[in-house]
């Protein structure tokens, strides 16, 4: 069974940095395209930024210049590196890949999320 689990994040002063983890286990044959969604309170999830397996990325513009996603395919993790931050990045924020499994077939999962409360 293919698990995805986040972890890094916590509360910290505008301006400051957090580096969130994805870790993906279970049995698997590779992994695709990994991203990071965050959802604020009230609002819908959102893109935050998103890396191929090849090590392509794009960002929304929010983060832009701000954030960094980056991977270790050997370990099967993605990072975020969050500099920057500002109070609108509070949020809950989600990691998700899209994994090929033992069938062949390419799935989806997420993760659990973490939060990320930033205070002004």
């Known amino acids: 069974q293919v698990q995805l689990v986040e972890s890094g994040g916590g509360l910290v002063q505008a301006g400051g940095s957090l580096r969130l983890s994805c870790a993906a286990s279970g049995t698997m044959l590779s992994i695709n395209n990994m991203k990071w969604y965050r959802q604020a309170p009230g609002k819908q999830r959102e893109l935050v930024a998103a890396?191929?397996?090849?090590?392509?990325?794009n960002y929304a513009d929010p983060v832009q210049g701000r954030f960094t996603i980056s991977r270790d395919n050997a370990k099967n993790m993605v990072y975020l590196q969050m500099n920057s931050l500002k109070a609108e990045d509070t949020a809950v924020y989600y990691c998700?890949?899209?994994?090929?499994?033992?069938?062949?077939?390419?799935?989806?999962?997420w993760g659990q999320g973490t939060q990320v409360t930033v205070s002004s």
């Open positions: 998700n890949a899209n994994i090929v499994d033992l069938d062949r077939k390419t799935r989806l999962y």
């Open positions: 890396i191929t397996s090849g090590g392509s990325t």
